[in-house]
């Protein structure tokens, strides 16, 4: 079977940017408010959607850098999930990906409020609330449950001075404390995870960030090597229940890097090059009007 048309699709800000391999190739996008059908309608063969998250940049907050946390940016783990063990049965596991997003001050006050001087790093200490979004999949015993959960999770950040005019600005920074705490349902009676040095000396996460100016805008580059603890407690009743236990790991955590722009090309390279530069998102395929 072959496609005359090839559409891959992914989310970019405001609007939707697509590359058609039809002819020659060709890259371009369209405003997210204009009508259209992402799910392959407008494509008379096929569709390669790309669900990928958008890079991280906010707005100079007028004193030549930007507030933090980063508002509207969500930190991600691509290349490794949380695993809890211990507890389950042999050859089982819980697989758990996580997003860490939603950054709000304390009581919905402005983020920049959450920010005072001082911290282990010498420079400021932020207190905020977020949202830890966790995909829980089982395997082995488990290989039926699976389980989206969003979590609850108070935050402490320290950074290390930052320089506010440069069109640069590096700093360190350090997750203090963090503690996310489910809501009881059907199948965890108790589910929380948990990081930094003042929860526990053994969960130390350190960080980097790094503030690039474009224009207005400041590009954010940052991660964080979180050593953290799953535990858990299943519910009466559940899929869960009997089991329990406390999983120690360490994983990477960071914003989406910028795209790399795809240049107009042939079929054959537009399609490589597309599967390469969006091979960390996920990928739904699907297909209308195929020829065979």
Known sequence: MTYTNLYFLFPQGGTHSYIHTQGHGSVGTWNANTPHDTTGGNAPDGIIELNRPNPCSNLDNGSGTITLPPEGCEYLSPAQVHTAIDGLPPGTELIISA????????????????????????????????????????TGALSDFSRIIDVPAPVEIHTAPVTPGEPVQEFDTEIVSLVGTAIPDLDFASLTLTAGVDEDPALGSPGHTTLTQSGGEFAVDSFFDVSYEIAFVGAPGGSLDGLSGATAGTLAMATPPEP???????????????????????????????AA
């Not at 939603?102 to 949202?131: H, K, M, V, W, Y």
């Not at 079929?267 to 969006?278: D, K, P, S």
Request: hydrophobic residues 40%; aromatic residues 4%.
């Open 99 to 138: 997003i860490h997003r939603d950054f709000i001050c304390n009581g919905g006050a402005p983020l920049e409020q959450c920010t005072t001087p001082g911290g282990n790093l010498g420079g400021n200490i932020e207190t905020f609330d977020s949202t830890l979004r966790l995909e829980i999949t089982g």
């Open 260 to 290: 790399t722009p795809v240049p107009a090309t042939s079929n054959a390279t537009i399609v490589a090059l597309g599967m390469l530069l969006f091979s960390g998102g996920v990928v739904l395929i699907r297909r209308r009007g195929l």
